[in-house]
Protein backbone atom coordinates (compact mmCIF):
# COMPACT_ATOMS: atom_id res chain seq x y z
CA UNK A 1 0.00 0.00 0.00
CA UNK A 2 2.57 2.43 0.69
CA UNK A 3 3.68 2.11 -3.43
CA UNK A 4 0.34 3.01 -4.53
CA UNK A 5 0.23 5.91 -1.36
CA UNK A 6 3.28 7.46 -2.60
CA UNK A 7 2.41 10.29 -5.46
CA UNK A 8 5.26 10.43 -7.50
CA UNK A 9 6.01 13.35 -9.97
CA UNK A 10 5.82 12.37 -13.17
CA UNK A 11 9.52 13.92 -14.69
CA UNK A 12 11.49 12.17 -11.71
CA UNK A 13 13.48 9.82 -12.58
CA UNK A 14 12.33 6.24 -11.79
CA UNK A 15 14.83 3.04 -10.94
CA UNK A 16 15.89 1.02 -13.50
CA UNK A 17 13.95 -1.78 -14.77
CA UNK A 18 14.13 -4.62 -17.20
CA UNK A 19 11.76 -2.86 -20.13
CA UNK A 20 12.04 -5.00 -22.62
CA UNK A 21 10.44 -7.81 -21.22
CA UNK A 22 11.66 -10.60 -23.84
CA UNK A 23 12.10 -13.47 -22.08
CA UNK A 24 8.27 -12.95 -21.46
CA UNK A 25 5.81 -14.83 -24.30
CA UNK A 26 4.06 -12.02 -26.29
CA UNK A 27 0.99 -11.74 -24.85
CA UNK A 28 2.33 -11.83 -21.12
CA UNK A 29 5.04 -9.13 -22.18
CA UNK A 30 1.95 -7.00 -23.33
CA UNK A 31 -0.04 -7.72 -19.81
CA UNK A 32 2.29 -6.70 -18.22
CA UNK A 33 3.62 -3.46 -19.82
CA UNK A 34 -0.75 -2.46 -19.78
CA UNK A 35 -0.22 -2.78 -15.88
CA UNK A 36 3.16 -0.73 -15.27
CA UNK A 37 1.49 2.14 -17.47
CA UNK A 38 -1.65 1.81 -15.89
CA UNK A 39 0.02 1.86 -12.27
CA UNK A 40 2.50 5.14 -13.14
CA UNK A 41 -0.83 7.10 -14.18
CA UNK A 42 -2.62 6.38 -10.67
CA UNK A 43 0.39 7.18 -9.10
CA UNK A 44 1.10 10.42 -10.68
CA UNK A 45 -0.59 13.11 -8.77
CA UNK A 46 -0.59 15.54 -12.46
CA UNK A 47 -1.14 14.14 -16.22
CA UNK A 48 1.57 11.62 -17.33
CA UNK A 49 3.45 12.53 -20.70
CA UNK A 50 4.25 10.24 -23.08
CA UNK A 51 8.26 10.27 -22.58
CA UNK A 52 8.07 9.58 -18.80
CA UNK A 53 5.59 6.01 -19.59
CA UNK A 54 8.09 5.35 -22.31
CA UNK A 55 10.65 4.65 -19.54
CA UNK A 56 8.54 1.66 -18.21
CA UNK A 57 7.81 -0.64 -21.76
CA UNK A 58 9.95 -1.71 -24.60
CA UNK A 59 11.08 0.47 -27.17
CA UNK A 60 8.93 -0.70 -29.86
CA UNK A 61 5.92 -0.87 -28.00
CA UNK A 62 3.04 1.39 -28.86
CA UNK A 63 1.98 3.15 -26.72
CA UNK A 64 -1.65 4.27 -28.51
CA UNK A 65 -2.24 0.73 -28.44
CA UNK A 66 -1.59 0.11 -24.56
CA UNK A 67 -3.52 3.26 -23.85
CA UNK A 68 -6.22 2.16 -26.25
CA UNK A 69 -6.48 -1.37 -24.67
CA UNK A 70 -6.47 -0.05 -20.76
CA UNK A 71 -9.72 2.12 -21.57
CA UNK A 72 -11.19 -0.61 -23.38
CA UNK A 73 -10.50 -2.73 -19.76
CA UNK A 74 -12.05 0.31 -17.87
CA UNK A 75 -14.97 1.23 -20.27
CA UNK A 76 -17.36 -0.32 -17.00
CA UNK A 77 -15.56 1.14 -14.44
CA UNK A 78 -16.43 4.74 -12.63
CA UNK A 79 -13.32 6.14 -13.65
CA UNK A 80 -11.21 6.13 -16.89
CA UNK A 81 -8.19 6.75 -18.28
CA UNK A 82 -8.19 10.63 -20.16
CA UNK A 83 -5.97 12.33 -22.41
CA UNK A 84 -4.97 15.52 -21.10
CA UNK A 85 -2.56 18.62 -20.63
CA UNK A 86 -0.15 16.64 -23.00
CA UNK A 87 -0.35 13.62 -21.11
CA UNK A 88 -2.89 11.12 -19.40
CA UNK A 89 -4.75 10.65 -15.94
CA UNK A 90 -7.23 8.60 -14.33
CA UNK A 91 -10.45 10.73 -13.99
CA UNK A 92 -13.44 9.58 -12.22
CA UNK A 93 -16.68 9.86 -14.65
CA UNK A 94 -19.03 12.96 -14.59
CA UNK A 95 -21.86 10.96 -14.25
CA UNK A 96 -20.80 9.61 -10.52
CA UNK A 97 -20.09 13.45 -10.01
CA UNK A 98 -23.43 13.70 -7.84
CA UNK A 99 -22.29 10.58 -5.77
CA UNK A 100 -19.10 12.40 -5.00
CA UNK A 101 -20.26 15.42 -3.90
CA UNK A 102 -22.42 14.20 -1.56
CA UNK A 103 -19.75 11.80 -0.15
CA UNK A 104 -17.12 14.71 -0.07
CA UNK A 105 -18.74 17.71 -0.62
CA UNK A 106 -16.87 18.27 -3.98
CA UNK A 107 -16.29 15.95 -7.27
CA UNK A 108 -13.38 14.80 -8.29
CA UNK A 109 -11.37 17.42 -10.85
CA UNK A 110 -12.93 20.41 -8.72
CA UNK A 111 -10.96 21.22 -6.04
CA UNK A 112 -10.16 24.56 -7.17
CA UNK A 113 -12.98 27.29 -6.63
CA UNK A 114 -15.16 28.71 -9.15
CA UNK A 115 -13.82 31.70 -11.13
CA UNK A 116 -16.21 34.77 -10.60
CA UNK A 117 -17.24 36.17 -13.97
CA UNK A 118 -14.83 38.62 -14.31
CA UNK A 119 -12.03 36.45 -13.90
CA UNK A 120 -13.45 34.05 -16.06
CA UNK A 121 -13.89 36.39 -18.69
CA UNK A 122 -10.29 37.67 -18.40
CA UNK A 123 -8.78 34.18 -18.65
CA UNK A 124 -11.21 33.53 -21.68
CA UNK A 125 -10.11 36.13 -23.54
CA UNK A 126 -6.16 35.21 -22.59
CA UNK A 127 -6.85 31.53 -23.53
CA UNK A 128 -8.02 32.42 -27.22
CA UNK A 129 -6.06 35.51 -27.97
CA UNK A 130 -2.91 34.33 -26.24
CA UNK A 131 -0.08 35.36 -26.40
CA UNK A 132 -2.12 39.18 -24.88
CA UNK A 133 -1.04 41.69 -22.38
CA UNK A 134 -2.84 43.24 -20.38
CA UNK A 135 -3.37 46.36 -22.05
CA UNK A 136 -4.96 44.54 -24.70
CA UNK A 137 -7.11 42.93 -22.61
CA UNK A 138 -8.51 46.69 -21.17
CA UNK A 139 -9.04 47.67 -24.36
CA UNK A 140 -11.07 44.74 -25.50
CA UNK A 141 -13.11 44.79 -22.86
CA UNK A 142 -13.01 48.53 -22.85
CA UNK A 143 -12.43 49.16 -18.89
CA UNK A 144 -8.73 48.93 -17.01
CA UNK A 145 -8.17 44.89 -16.42
CA UNK A 146 -6.25 45.32 -12.80
CA UNK A 147 -3.19 43.86 -12.09
CA UNK A 148 -4.73 42.02 -8.97
CA UNK A 149 -7.50 40.33 -10.76
CA UNK A 150 -4.12 39.08 -13.52
CA UNK A 151 -2.17 38.34 -10.24
CA UNK A 152 -5.14 36.02 -8.65
CA UNK A 153 -5.64 34.00 -12.07
CA UNK A 154 -1.73 33.47 -11.72
CA UNK A 155 -2.11 32.35 -8.35
CA UNK A 156 -3.85 29.81 -9.77
CA UNK A 157 -1.57 28.82 -12.15
CA UNK A 158 -4.17 29.62 -14.58
CA UNK A 159 -2.12 31.96 -16.46
CA UNK A 160 1.94 32.65 -16.61
CA UNK A 161 4.12 35.21 -18.25
CA UNK A 162 4.56 34.95 -22.17
CA UNK A 163 7.05 36.45 -24.67
CA UNK A 164 7.84 40.28 -24.25
CA UNK A 165 5.17 42.09 -26.63
CA UNK A 166 7.02 43.89 -29.78
CA UNK A 167 4.77 46.98 -28.88
CA UNK A 168 6.82 50.06 -27.32
CA UNK A 169 7.80 49.72 -23.78
CA UNK A 170 8.16 45.32 -24.27
CA UNK A 171 4.94 44.54 -22.15
CA UNK A 172 4.88 41.28 -20.84
CA UNK A 173 2.24 38.94 -22.35
CA UNK A 174 -0.05 35.95 -20.68
CA UNK A 175 -0.70 32.52 -22.36
CA UNK A 176 -2.81 29.98 -20.29
CA UNK A 177 -0.94 26.66 -18.73
CA UNK A 178 -0.84 22.90 -18.13
CA UNK A 179 -2.97 23.29 -14.82
CA UNK A 180 -5.45 25.51 -17.23
CA UNK A 181 -5.58 22.58 -19.48
CA UNK A 182 -5.76 20.06 -16.62
CA UNK A 183 -8.62 21.78 -15.00
CA UNK A 184 -10.98 22.48 -18.03
CA UNK A 185 -10.34 18.91 -19.15
CA UNK A 186 -8.56 20.00 -22.60
CA UNK A 187 -5.46 17.64 -24.20
CA UNK A 188 -4.16 21.07 -26.27
CA UNK A 189 -5.70 24.59 -26.91
CA UNK A 190 -7.73 23.65 -30.24
CA UNK A 191 -9.85 21.41 -28.50
CA UNK A 192 -11.05 25.27 -27.13
CA UNK A 193 -14.53 25.69 -28.42
CA UNK A 194 -14.58 27.41 -31.95
CA UNK A 195 -15.19 31.51 -30.69
CA UNK A 196 -17.98 31.79 -33.35
CA UNK A 197 -19.64 28.35 -32.18
CA UNK A 198 -20.04 29.98 -28.78
CA UNK A 199 -21.92 33.45 -29.90
CA UNK A 200 -23.99 31.19 -32.57
CA UNK A 201 -24.57 28.96 -29.47
CA UNK A 202 -25.70 32.34 -27.50
CA UNK A 203 -23.22 31.77 -24.85
CA UNK A 204 -20.45 34.60 -25.89
CA UNK A 205 -21.49 37.90 -27.15
CA UNK A 206 -18.05 39.74 -28.67
CA UNK A 207 -19.70 42.90 -28.99
CA UNK A 208 -21.18 42.90 -25.52
CA UNK A 209 -17.39 42.30 -24.57
CA UNK A 210 -16.28 45.05 -26.89
CA UNK A 211 -19.20 47.42 -25.48
CA UNK A 212 -18.10 47.15 -22.09
CA UNK A 213 -20.92 45.30 -21.19
CA UNK A 214 -19.63 42.92 -18.36
CA UNK A 215 -19.79 42.11 -14.77
CA UNK A 216 -17.72 45.03 -12.10
CA UNK A 217 -14.75 43.70 -10.59
CA UNK A 218 -12.20 43.76 -13.81
CA UNK A 219 -10.61 47.00 -12.42
CA UNK A 220 -10.67 46.37 -8.68
CA UNK A 221 -7.49 46.43 -7.01
CA UNK A 222 -5.04 48.74 -8.16
CA UNK A 223 -4.35 49.79 -12.11
CA UNK A 224 -2.92 52.43 -13.15
CA UNK A 225 -4.00 52.43 -16.99
CA UNK A 226 -0.37 51.16 -17.70
CA UNK A 227 0.70 47.81 -19.09
CA UNK A 228 3.94 46.12 -17.36
CA UNK A 229 6.89 47.19 -19.06
CA UNK A 230 10.34 46.28 -18.70
CA UNK A 231 12.18 46.83 -15.64
CA UNK A 232 8.96 45.54 -13.61
CA UNK A 233 8.44 42.25 -12.48
CA UNK A 234 5.12 40.21 -14.08
CA UNK A 235 2.18 40.55 -11.30
Known sequence: MAEASARRKPNEQPALLDAELE??????????????????????????????????????????????????????????????????????????????????????????KELPQAEALVLMCIAYFQPITRGELSSFFGKEVSRDLIGMLRAQDLIASGPRSPQPGAPYTYVTTKTFLSQFGLDTLRQLPDFEALEDAGLLSKEKLLAGDIPAGLASGEGDGEDDVVGEQAP
Not at 30 to 35: D, H, S, V
Not at 74 to 100: C, M, N
Open 23 to 112: HLPAELRWREWMGRVEAVVFAASEPVPREVLARVVGKNCNLELIIDDIRAELAGRPYELVSVAGGWQHRTRKVFGDAIRAAFGTAAGEGA
